[in-house]
């Protein structure tokens, strides 16, 4: 409200207010004078305080009512915006960071229970992979057997730590983002439930998973050398880390029949996330996760670069997760400690390990073996490592890999 408004009117309602706390004292001093103690000397000062008490009153009423004129715009702005994310994160400014804040950072995006305010809940797109659009209102804001599902990642995983894995109550429904609604939702063929697996370890899987599928078309490529070189089909057995994915066929003109393929695509990558080997990397996972449980969609899958819009799905919240985020979330997870084997709760109680089953096996050989076999509890795993960069960096398909500072 205008200051020369508002000043004109307290002053109104002040000289208008001001009569009615003087009558009121005057009342009760003509009671006064009325009574016993007509001679009260006080009854003169009580309607100079009422004069003071109209203007006061005055006063209070104006700015009650000019209070909402000036403030509802930013009210209504305000009224219920919360922030839980910590500050947003580009891919150039994660490259800075040091290994422990870079993973600090992730942390608290782990936590962090999303808001509206932030980009939570997707009305305008589904839970899919591949960014899919569905028609605002189809679908509830929350829903428990499509998603989105949850307000955090440790919503799930919990158990029996942060990144852990989740009970039942955790288990989560995967059904590829069907824009209708009125299907039953547990018929295995819309939705099929998923237990919350643990992330202790994912890094090293991811490795795994690397060097496997490195292996794998490393055979491809010398069969194919062969097959050229003596002008006859070669048939190979593709097996790495002990793990054999059938044979492959590779003719002399560079033609390869990959009937004999088991557990594996076509194009030898090994995926090892999701339970049917769905997602490649930690972040292809937490991207896709990060959609369809939370409705918080990060810039690289669904930004303007490759859908043409900065909300795509229609929340009101543009950019809702910087790359440098992504990044910070799948150091976190790559760097949470590794599962080991679990001590005996009592001293006389054996190990159960492959050490033991060796010792067992093993003829006793003096004290040196009695020495050798004797058991003693696994180091503890250094809660930070060199983050490798081909975990951290951006999905090769979208950018090159930026190296991580330690």
């Not at 150039?92 to 870079?102: G, I, P």
């Amino acid at each position: 409200m205008n200051p020369l408004l508002l000043h004109a009117l307290t002053v109104r309602l002040a000289s208008s207010a001001a009569p009615y706390g003087e009558y009121f004292y005057s009342l009760k001093g003509w009671k006064a004078r009325r009574s016993p103690v007509q001679r009260n000397p006080f009854c003169r000062e009580e309607i100079r305080i009422g004069r003071h008490w109209g203007y006061l009153v005055a006063v209070i009423l104006a700015v009650c009512l000019a209070r909402p004129c000036a403030g509802n715009a930013m009210a209504e702005d305000l009224f219920g915006l919360e922030q839980a994310m910590p500050e947003r994160l580009t891919q150039e400014e994660a490259a800075q960071l040091r290994t422990d804040a870079l993973v600090a950072h992730g942390r608290a995006l782990f936590v962090a229970k999303f808001t509206a305010a932030e980009g939570a809940g997707r009305p305008g797109a589904t839970g899919a992979i591949v960014p899919t659009k569905a028609t605002p209102g189809s679908l509830p804001l929350f829903f428990r057997t499509a998603g989105p599902d949850s307000n955090a990642c440790r919503g799930c995983h919990n158990d029996p730590v942060t990144g852990g894995a989740g009970e039942f109550v955790a288990n989560a429904f995967v059904s590829e983002g069907f824009r209708d609604a009125n299907f039953d939702t547990l018929d295995p063929q819309l939705s099929n439930e998923r237990g919350t697996p643990a992330l202790n370890g994912s890094g090293l899987v991811e490795l795994l998973a690397r060097e496997m599928t490195r292996d794998l078309r490393g055979q491809r490529q010398s069969a194919a050398a062969a097959a050229r070189s003596t002008g006859e089909a070669v048939r190979v057995s593709l097996t790495t880390k002990g793990v054999s994915f059938g044979h492959l066929r590779v003719q002399p003109d560079g033609f390869m029949d990959v009937s004999e393929l088991e557990g594996i695509d076509q194009d030898l990558l090994v995926r090892p996330f999701s339970q049917k080997g769905v997602f490649t990397s930690l972040r292809q996972f937490s991207v896709n996760a990060l959609n369809a449980h939370h409705g918080i969609q990060a810039v690289e899958r669904f930004g303007a670069p490759t859908t043409d819009t900065a909300d795509f799905d229609r929340d009101g919240v543009a950019d809702e997760l910087d790359a440098g985020d992504v990044t910070a979330l799948v150091a976190f997870q790559a760097l949470l400690s590794t599962p080991v084997s679990a001590p005996p709760k009592t001293p006389s109680t054996p190990p159960r390990s492959s050490e033991a089953e060796r010792c067992s096996t093993t003829p006793a050989a003096g004290p040196a073996t009695s020495q050798r076999c004797r058991w003693s509890p696994p180091p503890s795993p250094s809660p930070l490592r060199t983050i490798p960069q081909a975990i951290c960096a951006w999905p090769t398909w979208r950018s090159p890999c930026v190296s991580i500072s330690t």
